[in-house]
């Protein structure tokens, strides 16, 4: 059970990165070229959510329920990762109460490249490669 969760973890990382990237450069690229917010943005921004979420809830479960107990644990990752997951919430959260196109792409441009960068920092990448 612990294995396939680790796995999952590790390939659910990917689209977690996927997303992320996705969501930052498109409310960028928008925010500089002013476009307007339009439904195809507001999924990306919930599908992003909803990747980063899931993948805290794994890691949750992978950080209570390790093999040999609490002993292998770094306690950096699942911090900085439990601030990327509170930074996407932030960020989507005050993009839905902004009226204007610009103020809603600024508030995920920020938000979520903060998360991205942060995300990037915490990543094992010894074990990516």
């Not at 950080?63 to 609490?70: E, Q, W």
């Amino acid at each position: 059970m612990y294995n396939a969760l680790h796995q999952l973890h590790s390939y659910w990382a990917y689209l977690v990165l996927a997303m992320l990237v996705i969501a930052s450069v498109n409310s960028l690229f928008k925010l500089i070229t002013k476009k307007e917010y339009v439904p195809k943005d507001f999924r990306i921004n919930l599908f992003t959510l909803i990747v980063v979420h899931m993948m805290f809830l794994i890691g949750l479960v992978l950080l209570l329920v390790p093999p040999m107990g609490l002993k292998g644990v770094k306690i950096d990752h699942p911090i900085v990762m439990i601030l990327v997951a509170a930074l996407v919430t932030i960020g989507y959260s005050k993009h839905k109460k902004k009226l204007v196109s610009g103020a809603k792409f600024k508030m995920t441009a920020i938000f979520y490249t903060i998360a991205l960068v942060f995300c990037l920092s915490r990543i094992p990448w010894s074990n990516w490669m």
